[in-house]
């Protein structure tokens, strides 16, 4: 994606610009716009949007390469959902057991980040999650952009960069969906021109599409990582990116390979044991390094995971991932709930030489490749159809 904007020398500041009938957005310039959305951080002033403080949100007017949405489900990050749940509870603001009670806590918490940050930016886990929305204008020179998708006012997209460098405003939130981490709002967005985004597919319900959009940077990593042979770990495999990492681990690896499955939810465990994917699927906390790693070491005869992807939402899942990971052997760690200190220092401490890597959200082709796991694996599209649809 190029960096530059190039923009119609037609195209004046001020101008109206191309926007779905009724809507009025002025044309604000190129000269602060860059590709990458820095013009839109307000604190600090030209920073990144995803590390701002604060972006804005103000969409009267829109920057060169930019496109507006209006939004109609917020997918939060699972992380992020849980966090808001779990402080909500710890606050007060409802009971756990009051799951409507504690979906509106959830909600309110979403409207009062949005209303102070300008993005969906959960503060104290730094993640977001992904959106749904209808392009409903579009700035001027995107059309010029090397490798820009073709896009036009009128498709639904589900934006494919975190909510957390996302400008966002909300009118009004309506049903959240706690199983799938979905708010129905009313609201608009804007993507910048670096921004990825994926059109819905036409063969599969929005919803679907939109919970697997989420974690679509999950399998394409198991594809690249995960050999003929492997013995593959998926801590938190009973969830939505596990179960995928488990798939595409199994399809990898081949009938003869070991794929182990931890989840620690048992209604979620025995889901995924019926999808028949894992040799073993231990019921287990990924909190607890060394009981996950003596039930590993059980299912295994002993042998140690080539490769372990840790799919938790929850913090404090470092050290099982790296206990049961053999020498030289890869700890993939695709939950934001994961702390770099205590991965680095914990591998140190416990003399384990594997490659750390981070869960980075993005493959080249990671949607397409993870909305088409949704048409090689019936059995896992008809789970999610029951779970997230
Ligand atoms: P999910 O569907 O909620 O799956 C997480 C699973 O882990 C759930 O089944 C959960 O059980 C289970 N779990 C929770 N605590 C556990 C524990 N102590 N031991 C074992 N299992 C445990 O979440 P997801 O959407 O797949 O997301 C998984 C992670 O990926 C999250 O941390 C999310 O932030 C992250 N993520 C990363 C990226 C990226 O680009 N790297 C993108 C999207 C999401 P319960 O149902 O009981 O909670």
């Known amino acids: 994606m190029a960096s530059d904007l190039p923009v119609s020398a037609f195209t004046e500041k001020g101008a109206e610009i191309g926007a779905e009938i009724g ?17 839109r951080s307000l604190e600090p002033a030209g920073s990144l949007p ?47 057991s009051d799951a409507a009670a504690v979906g509106r806590a959830v909600a309110a918490r979403v409207l009062a ?61 309506g049903e959240v969906r706690a199983t799938s981490a979905q708010l129905d709002v009313t609201g608009k967005a804007v993507l910048f021109a670096s921004g990825a985004f994926a059109r819905m597919p036409a063969d599969m319900a929005d919803r679907l599409a939109l919970a697997v959009l989420d974690v679509a940077g999950a399998a394409p990593q198991v594809a690249r990582l995960v050999k003929p042979g492997n013995t593959t770990l998926v801590l938190g495999a009973g969830g939505k990116s596990g179960i995928l990492c488990a798939a595409e681990a199994r399809r990898q690896a081949g009938p003869g390979a070991k794929v182990i499955g931890v989840e620690s939810y048992a209604a979620y465990a025995d889901d995924l ?18 009981a996950v790693r003596t039930a590993v070491l059980a299912a295994t005869g002993g042998h140690e995971a080539d490769v372990a992807f840790s799919c938790v939402n929850v913090p404090d899942a470092e050290m099982a991932t790296i206990l049961c990971t053999r020498d030289r052997g890869v700890a993939y760690f695709f939950a934001m709930s994961t702390s770099f200190t205590k991965s680095a220092l914990g591998a140190e401490g416990v003399g384990k030489d594997v490659d750390l890597m981070m869960g980075n959200g993005y493959a080249h082709g990671h949607a397409d490749h993870t909305l088409q796991m949704m048409r090689d694996f019936p059995r896992v599209r008809a789970l999610f159809e029951r779970r997230y649809t």
């Open 23 to 39: 809507l009025s957005v002025k044309f604000a310039g190129s000269e602060k716009a860059d590709a990458f959305g820095t013009h």
């Open 50 to 96: 995803q590390p701002a403080q604060r972006v804005d949100n103000d969409f009267s007017r829109l920057f060169a390469g930019e496109m507006l949405l209006a939004v109609e489900t917020l997918n939060v990050d699972a992380a992020s959902f849980r966090q808001m749940e779990e402080a909500a509870v710890a606050a007060g603001e409802a009971d756990a």
């Open 113 to 173: 980040t949005v209303k102070a940050r300008g993005k969906q930016h959960n503060p104290v886990t730094g993640s977001g999650g992904m959106l749904l929305g209808r392009v409903i204008a579009l700035a001027p020179g995107r059309d010029k952009l090397v490798g820009a998708a073709p896009v036009a006012v009128g498709d639904r997209v589900a934006t494919l960069v975190s909510l957390s460098l996302t400008p966002l405003a909300i009118d009004s939130i």
């Open 273 to 290: 044991r019926a999808l028949g994917l894992c040799d073993e699927v231990i019921v287990a906390d990924a909190r607890d390094a060394v």
